[in-house]
């Protein structure tokens, strides 16, 4: 890894109308780190970060984390709690059924999403100002796991002042950690709960699979794996068929439906004798589903396709979403009126009015683009779920993401550090 620019002064090398624009990225915080920044450091702390489970990180791992003030982790809880609003809303069940597709209803839905991840991108209003802009939004896990113990070796590697932290509303990795058990597993035997994906082993974000049973003492099973008897699941532990009970789902729908010769696979959308943290159904009503229903300042115009009286003029203001896909696979960025005339199912697809990321992210090789994913969790008996923890990402590419920034630096994984 080759780093041929020299770190200078932060303040020598930006002008201050830039240092002003971006000060909700605490500038200060940016140029002590850049300048104490050194390859060593970062191969130092990179060999922590594997070492968590060799061989099992499977995606790039920035080289620095984010800095975030008070006044731009106000706007996105802000932002997060009119969302919540909507999802909490006698409404919002029925108003979202159409998002489930038929073909894969999985019985036994809950009232709740135990978790729900808010994606905001760090971007550039008209006024030249940073805001969050709401990107995407799911009722899905998210690295849970590995990010208690990837933000706690990015804050020793960052020299993380006191006044920062990577959780919210007052949580500890301790309390994090308690609480992720406590929806989990809850009032099971860990051996009674598994983490359920399919063919866990291939899957990029397995580290988190691995950093889940260090945490919770549960097992990650492949769906493949999985034994039905009647109306009841079990699994091998160690040679032992075991009872499930509660299954803390990571199967995506969409990426299983994607998979070939999977045998005679369990059919998850039978009426098993489980409960599901959380229920396969939340990722669909929680998702870009649910953007049409969202009015607020820092969520982007958003319309289902089929539901457009006009297409507007100013396409290249907007990108062309499919409704049943992950990991950003068939988003269109540069549409024209061809792309929209040949979608087949405009019932599936939203057009999302286009947010201006900021280059936000001081770094040696060109500044970097960030989003910040906001962790919710949802116990059974809160009326609201609450925010607690975060992962962040960096990117140089039009497309957020680490499958997006390969043989990239200073860009993938990271962490939000939120100024107390």
Not at 93 to 114: C, F, W
């Amino acid at each position: 890894m080759v780093y041929s620019l020299i770190f200078i002064s932060f303040f020598q090398l930006y002008p201050l109308d830039l240092i002003e624009t971006y000060s909700n990225m605490v500038p200060a915080l940016r140029s002590a780190f850049n300048d104490q920044f050194t390859p060593e450091k970062y191969k130092a702390y990179m060999d922590e970060v594997e070492g968590l489970h060799p061989g099992s990180l499977d995606f790039r791992n920035a080289e620095t984390p984010v800095f975030v003030s008070k006044k731009f982790t106000a706007q996105m809880l802000e932002a997060c709690e009119s969302i919540t609003d909507v999802i909490t809303n006698e409404k919002f069940l029925p108003l979202t059924d159409r998002g489930i597709p038929a073909n894969i209803q999985v019985p036994g839905q809950n009232k709740q999403s135990h978790f729900i991840a808010f994606d905001f991108g760090i971007c550039e209003n008209a006024a030249g100002e940073l805001e969050p802009q709401l990107i995407e939004m799911q009722g899905f896990p998210t690295l849970f796991a590995f990010q208690a113990y990837h933000s706690e070796l990015t804050a020793a590697y960052s020299n993380l002042p006191d006044n920062y932290s990577p959780y919210l509303n007052g949580y500890t990795k301790e309390s994090y950690l308690q609480l992720l058990k406590e929806i989990i597993v809850g009032e099971e035997k860990p051996e009674n709960v598994i983490l359920l994906e399919i063919y866990p082993e291939q899957q990029k974000t397995r580290i988190d699979f691995f950093c889940t049973e260090k945490a919770l003492g549960i097992k990650t099973v492949c769906l493949t794996k999985l034994i039905a008897e009647g109306n009841q699941l079990f699994y091998d532990n160690n040679g032992s068929k075991t009872k499930i009970n509660r299954i803390y789902n990571r199967v995506i729908f969409d990426d299983l439906q994607q998979q070939k010769d999977l045998g005679n696979m369990v059919d998850l959308t039978a009426p098993y004798e489980v409960q599901w943290v959380p229920h396969p159904n939340w990722f669909y009503r929680i998702s870009k589903f649910t953007l049409p229903f969202i009015k607020h300042p820092f969520v982007p115009t958003t319309y289902f396709l089929n539901e457009l009286k006009q297409i507007p003029t100013d396409l290249e203001n907007y990108v062309l979403k499919p409704l049943f896909s992950f990991a950003g696979q068939g988003v269109v960025i540069d549409i024209s009126q061809t792309d929209i005339e040949n979608v087949k199912d405009p019932e599936n697809w939203i057009l999302q009015r286009k947010v201006k990321y900021a280059d936000v992210v001081i770094t040696p090789d060109g500044n970097a683009k960030a989003e910040i994913r906001l962790f919710y969790f949802w116990k059974d008996e809160w009326a609201r779920p609450k925010a607690v923890h975060n992962l962040a990402r960096l990117s140089k590419g039009k497309m957020i993401g680490t499958r997006y920034n390969k043989d990239k630096e200073w860009v993938g994984g990271t962490v939000a550090f939120f100024e107390n």
